[in-house]
């Protein structure tokens, strides 16, 4: 998390305070082809729930290259794709049984949770921004909660920390930089 912060903290300072690194290399890089930017952007927000890349940190990235609308769009799609990865894939593994195993009352706890206030919970762990959203999504694959309101709850939540992150973040970079 500290690495994180760090590579952050740097994009950040290196934006403002030396554009010309980004205005020349980067974009003349990126710009080069916009689809394999576009592939590029969409894989590693894909593939991100198995490293844990706080989708904060592509967003941040994104920032750079694209417009919001776009950014929005990627971000949301990479974002889906990710948690269904990370859902099915802790189903797969049956990682369930296992985490019972280990802590059968916190699991008792959190499944009547999630089989009563399935929604809202997604909903409301998704949509703030200090929580990381791929756990829910493992331990909603391993719980075999219902796909279809999983999907639904991370698309809604998601969808509204996305928007205030690119639609914000955009609103602020424009303010700073006029």
């Known amino acids: 998390m500290l690495l994180w912060g760090i590579l952050f903290v740097s994009v950040l300072y290196l934006y403002f305070y ?25 894989f590693l927000g894909c593939v991100r ?15 750079l290259f ?12 990479g974002i889906l ?4 990865l990370a859902y099915w894939f802790a189903r797969s593994l049956e990682l369930g049984e296992e985490i ?21 919970v997604l909903i ?12 829910i999504c493992y331990v909603c694959g391993a719980l075999k909660i219902n796909y279809g309101k999983f999907i639904l709850g991370i698309a809604i939540g998601e969808g509204v920390c996305v928007a205030a992150y690119v639609y914000l973040g955009d609103y602020a970079l424009n303010f700073f930089s006029a």
């Open 18 to 42: 030396k554009p010309d690194i980004f205005e020349t290399y980067l974009r003349t890089a990126f710009e080069a082809s916009i689809f394999w930017g576009y592939a590029l952007f969409l």
């Open 49 to 63: 729930g198995f490293v844990f890349l706080p989708a904060t940190t592509l967003i941040v990235l994104g920032f």
């Open 66 to 77: 694209f417009t919001p609308h776009v950014l929005f769009a990627l971000s949301m799609i």
């Open 81 to 84: 794709v990710s948690s269904t």
């Open 100 to 120: 019972e195993k280990r802590d059968s009352k916190h699991v008792a706890l959190l499944r009547a949770w999630l089989t009563r206030y399935e929604l809202p």
């Open 124 to 135: 409301m762990w998704s949509a703030f921004p200090f929580t990381p959203t791929d756990v």
